[in-house]
Antibody, heavy 122, light 107 residues
Framework: EVQLLESGGGLVQPGGSLRLSCVAS????????VSWVRQAPGRGLEWVSA??????YYADSVKGRFTISRDNSKNTLYLQMNSLRVDDTAVYYC?????????????????WGQGTLVTVSS | SSELTQDPAVSVALGQTVRITCQGD??????ASWYQQKPGQAPVVVIY???NRPSGIPDRFSGSHSGRTASLTITGAQAEDEADYYC??????????FGGGTKLTVL
């Protein structure tokens, strides 16, 4: 059974940093494209970043501030978030795509974690 | 345009058919997929690609595409279908896009 378990969320001040983790089980993280998607309170889904076939992709809103990476030995995906802003407040979901290359055809997410809440506030 | 546009809210009578739409220029080139999200839960894919249902998704859910519009149709809506629905696709610049979401109310 595929499972994704996020952790690392919490309260951080504007300008601060946080690192989110997503432990995968039931599949090898290195084999598939994976992504972070966030949802601000009461708002819709927003794609944040993806890691696919060795290439990282970012939404314009986080480019230069967030870094996606993975540790294949730990089967874990990370999101390093720097220079956090109030509008980064959201539940952050880790999500898996059913293929390795995000640029092949249409990207969709077949498995999601339960999310971790990041609150940026002074 | 690199956006996907959805109606914010749609309602349907119990047992009737409802169509939820998603519009965007990128849909001329790429299929949309659809997610159902209930309060406090993670999204779940209900339709992906041209019109594919993951295992466990009832066959009352179906998808279609025409030009710059993708549609999710629920034929015979049930009370448990009340949820938020999101479309997603991609374009060449922003990689992955989500629509703003549609809140479905089953009356």
């Amino acid at each position: 059974e595929v499972q994704l378990l996020e952790s690392g969320g919490g309260l951080v001040q504007p300008g601060g940093s946080l690192r989110l983790s997503c432990v995968a089980s039931g599949f090898a993280l290195s084999t598939y494209a994976v992504s972070w998607v966030r949802q601000a309170p009461g708002r819709g889904l927003e794609w944040v970043s993806a890691l696919s076939a060795g290439t990282s992709y970012y939404a314009d809103s986080v480019k230069g501030r967030f870094t996606i990476s993975r540790d294949n030995s730990k089967n874990t995906l990370y999101l390093q978030m720097n220079s956090l802003r109030v509008d980064d407040t959201a539940v952050y979901y880790c999500a898996k795509l059913p293929f390795s290359d995000i640029l092949t055809g249409y990207p969709y997410f077949d498995n999601w974690g339960q999310g971790t809440l990041v609150t940026v506030s002074s | 345009s690199s956006e996907l546009t959805q109606d914010p809210a749609v309602s349907v009578a119990l047992g009737q058919t409802v169509r939820i739409t998603c519009q965007g220029d990128s849909l001329r080139n790429y299929y949309a997929s659809w997610y159902q999200q209930k309060p406090g839960q993670a999204p779940v894919v209900v339709i992906y690609g041209k019109n594919n249902r993951p295992s466990g998704i009832p066959d009352r859910f179906s998808g279609s595409h025409s030009g710059r519009t993708a549609s999710l149709t629920i034929t015979g809506a049930q009370a448990e279908d009340e949820a938020d629905y999101y479309c997603n696709s991609r374009d060449n610049t922003h990689v992955i896009l989500f629509g703003g979401g549609t809140k479905l109310t089953v009356l």
